[in-house]
């Protein structure tokens, strides 16, 4: 078991490294990445971003839900407030699904899916949670409508077997 002991030293060969000086709060790469709280999907590993570079959203499954959406707006209202108004944070949202994931265990609890997604229970099945590449289809589908126009939003499926990524939707700009 990781101790804080072990996290406080391991922070301390980071701190000495430096990498976090200059910073900017909003991401240098434009890209928000939406994904799982599974410990081997980690976005910024599987992706290879550098720190700073994109903003990383994780839940469970790595949905859009109505949860995401309202953190979304109010990152929004940072980059507004931060830029004077301009809207020069994140430019492309990539939702990353990933093969294995727990939320297929799930689909046996249709009212927990319900709440989570904030839809009856009758609705959970147009979430496609036993599927990755429809799940994220459905979810790129949610923010191409719910961002401004003008977004990049793409799917991606990470094969937790193989490590490798798939785009399953191709970036394409939202309609807001």
């Given at each position: 078991m990781l101790t804080t002991d072990e996290l406080a030293r391991r922070?301390?060969?980071?701190a000495?490294?430096?990498?976090?000086?200059?910073?900017?709060?909003?991401?240098?790469?434009g890209l928000t990445v939406i994904g799982c709280v599974d410990p081997r999907v980690d976005p910024s590993h599987v992706l290879g971003l550098e720190l700073g570079e994109a903003a990383v959203i994780r839940n469970v499954g790595g949905r859009v839900t109505p949860a995401t959406l309202r953190m979304l707006g109010m990152l929004a209202k940072v980059v507004e407030a931060r830029t004077g108004g301009s809207r020069t944070g994140a430019t492309h949202y990539a939702v990353l699904?990933?093969?294995?994931?727990?939320i297929t265990d799930l689909a046996a609890f249709p009212e927990l899916l319900?709440?989570?997604?904030?839809?009856p229970a009758g609705g959970v099945d147009a979430k496609a949670v036993t599927d990755p590449r429809a799940a994220v289809a459905v979810?790129?589908?949610?923010l191409r409508r719910e961002?401004?126009?003008?977004?990049?939003?793409?799917?991606?499926?990470?094969?937790?077997?193989?490590?490798t990524v798939e785009v399953v939707v191709p970036p394409e700009r939202g309609q807001g």
């Open positions: 922070n301390a060969g980071f000495d490294g430096g990498t976090f000086a200059g910073l900017k709060l909003l991401p240098s790469g699904h990933h093969t294995d994931c727990g319900g709440d989570y997604f904030e839809v979810d790129v589908g949610v961002l401004p126009a003008g977004i990049l939003v793409s799917g991606l499926v990470y094969d937790v077997a193989t490590g």
